[in-house]
Nanobody, 122 residues
Framework: QVQLVESGGGLVQAGGSLRLSCVAS????????MAWFRQAPGKEREKVAY????????FHADSVKGRFTISRDNAKNTVYLQMNNLKPEDTAIYFC???????????????WGQGTQVTVSS
């Protein structure tokens, strides 16, 4: 079992920055993937970024590439999502996720955090 606790959401003006954190606990293996998904009102949950605990090239969705960066601190069992140059369309609930296999979509996720709200005003 894996537990995920997110923090760092909030209200920010367009062009601003936020950093989300996700602390993971439980049985976590280096082969697991850690990801961030988001869900805006009336929309499906979409994949934002993912990284493997063991390293490797992280993935970022085209919609956030160049603005968001996913990283991890294995010593702290923490995954981060640094979000810069935020836009109103980034407004959503952001979920931390852990999957034992490549997270092609939300259906591949084994564990979810409770979510943290990010609101970007224009």
């Amino acid at each position: 079992q894996v537990q995920l606790v997110e923090s760092g959401g909030g209200l920010v003006q367009a062009g601003g920055s936020l950093r989300l954190s996700c602390v993971a606990s439980g049985r976590i293996f280096s082969t697991y993937y850690m990801a961030w998904f988001r869900q805006a009102p009336g929309k499906e949950r979409e994949k934002v970024a993912y990284i493997r605990w063991s390293g490797g090239t992280p993935f970022h969705a085209d919609s956030v590439k160049g603005r968001f960066t996913i990283s991890r601190d294995n010593a702290k069992n923490t995954v981060y999502l640094q979000m810069n140059n935020l836009k109103p369309e980034d407004t959503a609930i952001y979920f931390c996720a852990c999957s034992r296999r490549w997270p092609s979509s939300s259906s591949d996720v084994d564990y979810w955090g409770q979510g943290t709200q990010v609101t970007v005003s224009s």
